[in-house]
């Protein structure tokens, strides 16, 4: 027994070093996890850092403005901001960075985009979370080979897709919306059951036929939007309220982007009682942090329906205007306090 | 539960310590729960589709054995048509609607039926198949009704090989869960063995050949017929590795626990022959078909002709088995073919040539050649696409395929594998571990150990036969 415990010390041991020396920067790479290398070196050379999802870098085909929001945010504001961003991280990624800047960096203030859609099922069950948590376990604070060994040993969530595709499904059948008792419908799936029927809204072309893409698209913009955050078991209200702690302990300045979504399309497509949910969401959102301390930056509804680069589904992709817009708003806020 | 997870890792120790910690008696009830927990882990509502099998063959083994004459017949009845009824519901559902709605337009019926989201069931061919083997027994009076539900709920459930086999028979695994086993050090000794050995196939052999397979059958169009052939026959090993590493880890779980499961592979790529070849594979799965099929249909018993139709069809069953759809018919029959060709030609050769090691040699490769042309059928995602990798696999010097890029883990992974398949022929890893000096064991450990920890796959590729 002692023999076996003394080799697999043994072989950890040696099995760390190699892998640091060696894999370790091929497995990260492999784990779409480099960001953790970007945050190495950018936590020692700038004052502020810019988490977010494509959000920040994603341009329309016609900008003449090639810049990111993030710096957007830098040529306004005196201090160094760079972007820490990927397609898809949401704020369990954010978080696991965050807890990997070391107390000597010069960064002090963090900016955190706080997408409402990413509380929604859509995105806490979509088919891209197995890979985004397999990249989480390469933020974690273990040493690398205990890192390899949760990965090989699935040691993350790693359901697949179709198994998503079920639980997504009784989210929305569970998410329930908050809205007066006159409202008709209680969950997510019988509104986007109704919409979908084509019974609720006028959706009929001028030649009397049902307007599919537009039946699709207010469908969507239901499935996306069509909920009351529920702050005691949404995940990412956990992990939001992670991060203020983290950013606490580690002394650092928080802000909290809401960022603009296509509140315009939602109000036409379906009406105000999403937009309702939408804003009431919101609402409870920089109620909840601003009460924590965060500095949180509402940019709602600030973006015009026509400056989103996404016409055919919801994003939070956004033309240089209003890349601008949502810049100049974060960096009033950070010069006001 | 993964078998290589962390779960399965804590999951294990617990239950073997629990195992040998609690009276004899009341072991069935540990191993029910450990057994309904590690299933559920997958997906918790589907456990119960295991408790309904497992009733309604518990009820129908009682009442075969109770009843003389035609009743026994019929409760055998019910005990195949609910275990293939919800085979067939959950495996075959979708594939007979996408038959109909292919032929609808031809006999001009403008219906058109949607797929139904189902979520096949982790392993339910493997425990049907070997809840229905005991109903059988029974009906032929070679095995007891078991009594007691607990122990005859361990049977099907029993955790180590729930989900992908070996598919065990009542008279084995039902007497050796009975066993009052006592904790032994050769017991824990060659299931860990058999336990680092099958987690090393999986994770260093199979899920590092796992990505060069995927990419080239992706899009095979794009690939020089070398990379055609590299993807053929690293899905060979793979699909090898994955059941292999999984059965072994299987054994040596169950091995812990004091019980013997059958041994579901015998290195069948060094078969000399189809014949010999599926004496060495899925044997487990072979034999329930000979005993249970064939058997049933005639045997060899029957005239020349017959014999080969009920070759055929038991192949295509089979290939069905396996998967619902036409590729996995096909391998089925294709093996078929080659089991009869094989047949035929060692009766006509002379004895003579048979024991000449060239010979030996030659059947060898060319056995390893047809299984690994008749498995493109089973991997590719359809017919087309099977199609388009046999005829990619003969187009030379076209400039714009590429080549498919191989790096040196892989190889050396699969390197060690051989040796270590060379050296364990005619044996198995545990027994061939146990012979050898203590400094070579420990430097085996040590190897296989390193090779996990460093070199395992890390993409998550999921067991391939948890599909079926």
């Not at chain 1, 091929?26 to 020692?44: P, T, V």
């Not at chain 1, 977010?52 to 403005?65: F, K």
């Not at chain 1, 029927?197 to 207010?218: C, H």
């Not at chain 2, 139709?309 to 192949?315: A, D, E, P, S, T």
């Amino acid at each position: 027994m002692g023999c076996a415990f003394l080799m697999l010390v043994l072989c950890l041991v040696l099995s760390n070093f190699i892998y640091e020396k060696y894999y370790y920067r091929q497995d990260l790479k492999e784990s779409d996890a480099e960001m953790l290398l970007k945050l190495d070196s950018l936590q020692y050379s700038s004052d502020v850092l810019y988490f977010a999802e494509s959000s920040n870098a994603t341009l329309a085909d016609d900008d003449t403005c090639l810049l990111t929001i993030a710096q957007m945010i830098d040529s306004l504001n005196p201090e160094k901001v760079v972007a820490i961003d990927h397609g898809a991280i949401h704020a369990k990624t954010y978080k696991s960075l965050i807890e990997n800047i070391k107390e000597d960096a010069k960064v002090k203030t963090l900016i955190v985009t706080l997408n409402m859609r990413s509380f929604g099922a859509n995105w806490i069950h979509s088919k891209m979370e197995t890979a985004l948590m397999k990249a989480n376990v390469m933020y974690e604070q273990i040493p690398p080979i205990a890192k390899r060994v949760k990965l090989a040993f699935n040691g993350f969530d790693n359901q697949n897709d179709q198994m998503r595709g079920h639980v997504m499904e009784d989210h929305w059948r569970h998410d329930y919306i908050h809205l007066p008792d006159t409202f008709p419908y209680k969950n997510v799936r019988t509104w986007d059951n109704a919409v979908g029927g084509a019974n609720v809204l006028d959706f009929t072309t001028p030649d009397g036929d049902w307007d599919m893409p537009r039946i699709e698209l207010a469908t969507s913009y239901i499935k996306t939007y069509a909920f009351s955050i529920d702050t005691k078991n949404n995940p990412r209200i956990k992990d939001f309220d992670e991060i203020v702690e983290i950013a606490k302990r580690k002394k650092l300045k928080l802000i909290y982007n809401l960022l603009a979504e296509n509140t315009e399309y939602a109000d036409s497509l379906v009406g105000k009682p999403l937009t309702d949910v939408m804003k009431e969401n919101a609402q409870m959102l920089i109620k909840r942090y601003t009460d924590k301390g965060v500095l949180v930056v509402d940019n709602l509804s600030v973006v015009a329906g026509e400056e989103f680069t996404d016409k055919r589904w919801t994003s939070e992709h956004y033309t240089q205007r209003g890349r601008w817009t949502i810049a100049k708003n974060v960096a009033n806020a950070m010069s006001v306090k | 539960m993964l078998f290589n997870s962390l779960h399965f890792i804590f999951f294990l120790p617990i239950v073997v310590l629990l195992y040998y910690l609690i009276a004899h008696k009341y072991r069935w009830a540990l191993l029910f729960i450990a057994s309904s927990y590690f299933y559920s882990v997958f997906y918790l509502p589907y456990l119960f589709i295991l408790y309904a099998v497992i009733l309604i063959d518990y009820v129908c083994g009682l009442l075969i054995e109770k009843n003389e004459g035609r009743r026994r017949w019929w409760w055998l009845l019910a005990s195949i048509i609910s275990n293939i009824g919800l085979l067939g519901y959950f495996k075959y559902t979708n594939f007979f609607i996408d038959i109909f709605n292919e032929i609808a337009p031809l006999v001009h019926v403008s219906k058109h039926i949607k797929n139904l989201d189902i979520i096949l069931p982790i392993g339910l061919s493997f425990h049907t198949f070997q809840s229905l083997s005991y109903t059988i027994e029974v009906y032929r009076k070679k095995q007891k009704a078991e009594k007691h539900i607990g122990y005859f709920a361990n049977y099907v459930l029993f955790f180590p090989q729930m989900v992908a086999g070996p598919i065990e028979r009542y008279d084995r695994l039902g007497n050796e869960l009975r066993i009052n086993q006592r904790l032994s050090y050769d017991n824990i000794s060659h299931g860990l063995r058999l336990v680092l050995y099958g987690l090393f196939v999986k994770m260093c052999i199979a899920d590092n050949l796992a990505p060069l397979v995927d990419e080239v059958y992706q899009a095979p169009q794009n690939y020089y017929s070398s990379s055609i052939w590299l993807a053929m026959i690293a899905f060979a090993i793979q699909i090898y590795a994955d059941f292999y590493g999984y059965s072994t880890v299987a054994l040596g779980a169950a091995r812990i626990l004091g019980i013997h499961l059958m041994d579901n592979f015998k290195q069948p790529y060094f078969a000399k022959g189809i014949q010999d070849f599926w004496k060495r594979w899925h044997i487990s799965l072979s034999t329930w078909f000979r005993d249970y099929v064939f058997f049933s249909m005639g045997g060899s018993r029957v005239k020349t002709f017959r014999w080969i139709i009920n070759v055929l069809f038991l192949f295509a069953l089979s290939g069905f088995w396996h998967g619902a759809n036409y590729t996995f018919i096909i391998w089925g029959l294709l093996h078929g073919i080659a089991y009869l060709l094989d047949k035929g030609i060692s009766n006509y050769l002379p004895n003579q040539i048979k024991q000449m090691k060239l010979y030996s040699i030659l059947s060898m490769l060319v056995t390893f050649m047809v299984v690994v042309i008749i498995w493109v059928f089973f991997r590719a995602k359809d017919l087309t696409s099977s199609l388009v990798i046999l005829e990619q696999s003969i187009n030379y010097g076209f400039e714009a395929y590429k080549h498919i890029e191989v790096s040196w883990i892989p190889l050396s992974m699969l390197g060690i594998f051989i040796l270590f398949e060379i050296a364990i022929l005619d044996s198995r890893i545990d027994n061939w571990i146990a012979s050898k000096h203590i400094t070579f064991r420990w430097l085996v450990y040590g190897l296989l150990t390193m090779c996990l920890l460093l070199f395992s796959g890390i993409k998550s590729i999921p067991f391939i036969y948890f599909q079926f």
